[in-house]
């Protein structure tokens, strides 16, 4: 290396074995050794807790204060179960499904069916074909997740008749079958934006002992998420009522409804509708955050006012009150006191990162709102279903979680563990520098996470290679540890690169308005000009890092955007790694582009949705990774790509996964190790080491 003045080298850097075993190290099996993360499990009744720390599963006792080593017990009690059973409250019974049907198993063993219409395309208690996962469960001996809802004295299950029928059906062909054989073809139904068949379900309640079955009133309601089915809940110690939030096919319209479990009548309690999507919960996924109250209130989040807040709603439906405001957005819901008439919840906003969480309190009427934490950290607090307590898990980009149990007033009950990075930083960790960059637009301020490439030398020239996933569902480079997925920052950082995350306009977790950049424009979602503008800025800003060389890499939507960033930034992105990649919207699970771009209407939602619109732009190295039998983004997605990049007559690399699911389950090391290579070979310029990765997990 030749360092002379202000002279910077632009020498390739030539990797070895050992910064692939160091690399492989970052990843997420290999460092959670290090860095543990308390995971809390509630025993029954939400008072005691167990969670797993270096090989010792403890319980925690909250009120007592105490933390010990778990019994066999204690740990059996709190252990989740299979996810294809679920024993009811009392342990007496436990729902199983079987040919589509549901049953219930006593303890002596009895099996007993409570439905018995299933059929093909009918099923009870399932997800939809794109939802199920099936291909990843393959080899596990689960056919899927059950999803049924136990009444509180276990006389009574709540479930789903899922009607899939009518659904369009798709073929993923497995070329190489285990044992041999021709290949053998794997159908499932799925729709894709526009189709006018999707799934729907009818709620049905099911009586175990009288054997008795009372369909749910009304038009069986559209399922495009699980979060549609996965979420409704019993109220009272007996179920007096069921709650649920149900939204339109379109999600412009989300309602709390109550189901009389004894007629199937339903009653809406609140109703929200928009000109564009309605969300129930700060993120796709999460549980809505809805509460009734035992005086028939209702507690509601909402972005009526551009942010995410709570508000009020008499038993009439009727907004009563709004418990808080301002230009930041609540986040979780964590406990409701209705004696105290409090609730607690986690916010984000409140400080200068707009992504930063803090837990705060106030009052059902909308005063006395209290910050609990106050001190730069960012707070990813739960709290079991029944409340009195809160697991704080407070950290930053270089702090790990440091955790606590918490009481109403935020006082430390317990503290739980305050692991260091000393075993990361053996094998040449530095955490990520937190930055703050302005947008394409030269006005919104926006956030990332920059990592220096390991053994770091100011007076080299280092590629960057840009990790991404867009969302527009979620964010990307929080300001808590590992918040990127574990270890993807720090592993590229091992081989030599920069690496940045960015999120750009057109992402969740700021207000409705910064989300909605990408409404009508998908290919804005976290704005690839965002990300364009911020590494450009940090290039003034740093100059070692060579704006000159930039990657990117992304999986699923991130590989989407990755061939899009190719695409639309030829003259800035050279070389990107884009795995399962949904490529084609128009081909894609409904639901992303209905909910969040909205209709398909002219050539320049075509370009917005479909990255095959691009395909003559491609100048960079581009090498497209798909798993044959990917349900969720099907191959077709990227052999669309590749049909419209050879009509164009550009060069493209594909590495097509025999057997391989979305994840890319037990050939992942395989994926990651191809992706590695790649990235070496056209941005340091270096042939990469002849090193193997070892089964990740293994």
Do not use: C
Request: aromatic letters at 8%.
């Amino acid at each position: 290396m030749v360092f002379h003045h202000d002279v910077m080298t632009l020498d390739p850097l030539v990797l070895t074995d050992d910064d692939y075993a160091r690399a492989e190290r970052m990843l997420a099996p290999y460092r959670a050794r290090h860095v543990p993360r308390v995971d809390p499990q509630w025993l029954p009744g939400g008072r005691r807790f167990v969670y797993v720390s270096g090989g010792r599963t403890l319980l925690v006792e909250p009120a007592m204060g105490t933390r010990r080593d778990a019994t066999d017990y204690e740990i059996a009690a709190a252990a989740p179960g299979r996810p294809d059973e679920i024993a009811s409250p009392d342990g007496r019974w436990t729902a199983f499904a079987s040919d589509g049907n549901l049953w219930v198993r006593s303890r002596d063993g009895e099996e007993v069916a409570l439905t018995d219409d299933a059929e093909p395309g009918v099923t009870y208690a399932t997800l939809p074909d794109p939802m199920a996962g099936r291909m990843a469960l393959r080899g596990t001996g689960l056919d899927g997740l059950l999803v049924v809802h136990w009444s509180p004295d276990s006389t009574r299950l709540l479930t789903h008749r899922l009607d899939q029928r009518d659904v369009a059906e798709q073929v993923l062909v497995e070329s190489s079958p285990a044992g041999g054989g021709r290949p053998v073809e794997h159908r499932l139904r799925y729709p894709v934006p526009g189709d006018e068949q999707i799934a729907t379900a009818t709620w049905t309640v099911l009586d175990v002992e009288s054997r008795t079955a009372v369909r749910v009133q009304g038009e069986p309601q559209p399922v495009v998420h699980p979060a549609d089915v996965v979420y409704p809940w019993w109220s009272g110690d007996h179920g007096e009522a069921v709650y649920h939030v149900r939204r339109s096919r379109d999600g412009r319209v989300l309602e709390l409804v109550a189901i009389d479990p004894v007629t199937g009548a339903v009653r809406v309690l609140v109703r929200e509708a928009g000109k564009r999507r309605v969300d129930p919960s700060a993120q796709l996924g999460d549980p809505p955050m809805a509460r009734v109250l035992g005086t028939g209130e209702v507690l509601w989040w909402s972005q009526r006012d551009g942010w995410g807040h709570l508000f009020l709603h008499g038993a009439d439906g009727a907004p009563v009150a709004t418990l808080t405001s301002g230009q930041w957005s609540v986040r979780r819901v964590l406990w409701v006191d209705e004696e105290r008439r409090q609730v607690w919840f986690v916010a984000a906003g409140l400080d200068v990162d707009p992504y930063v969480r803090q837990i705060a309190r106030v009052a059902l009427d909308g005063s006395g709102f209290t910050r609990l934490t106050d001190d730069g950290l960012d707070h990813d607090a739960v709290a079991p279903p029944e409340g009195g307590y809160l697991v704080d898990r407070a950290s930053t980009v270089a702090i790990p979680p440091r955790s606590r149990v918490l009481d109403g007033d935020g006082e430390i009950l317990v503290d739980l563990e305050a692991p260091d990075t000393a075993g990361l930083e053996a094998d040449g960790w530095s955490p990520p520098e937190r930055f703050e960059a302005v947008a394409a637009d030269g006005i919104t301020p926006i956030f990332g996470l920059l990592w220096r490439p390991y053994g770091f030398d100011p007076s080299r020239r280092y590629p960057i290679v840009d990790s991404v996933y867009p969302g527009p569902s979620n964010h990307r480079a929080g300001p808590a540890f590992d918040s990127l997925l574990p270890g993807l920052g720090e592993a590229l950082a091992a081989l030599g690169f920069a690496v940045v995350a960015v999120d750009g306009r057109g992402g969740e977790g700021r207000s409705r308005a910064f989300q909605d950049h990408s409404w009508g424009a998908i290919d804005q979602a976290s704005s690839i000009d965002d990300h364009v503008a911020a590494i450009r800025e940090l290039g003034r800003r740093h100059p070692w890092l060579d704006t000159d060389r930039v990657g990117i890499t992304g999986h699923s939507a991130g590989g989407y955007a990755t061939a899009r960033a190719l695409l639309a930034h030829p003259g800035f992105y050279s070389v990107g790694v884009a795995t399962a990649g949904s490529h084609d919207l128009r081909v894609n699970v409904g639901m992303w582009t209905e909910h969040y771009h909205g209709p398909i209407t002219d050539q320049s939602d075509v370009r917005a949705v479909s990255n095959t619109a691009l395909a003559p732009n491609l100048v960079g190295r581009l090498l497209l990774v798909h798993g044959e039998l990917d349900d969720n983004a099907l191959p077709a997605q990227t052999m669309r790509l590749v049909d419209a990049l050879i009509a164009a007559d550009r060069d493209v690399d594909l590495l097509i996964v025999p057997g391989a699911d979305h994840t890319f389950a037990g050939r992942g090391h395989h994926v990651v190790r191809r992706s590695w290579d790649y990235l070496v070979r056209h941005l340091h310029g270096t042939e990469p080491p002849r090193y193997r990765l070892s089964p990740l997990g293994a």
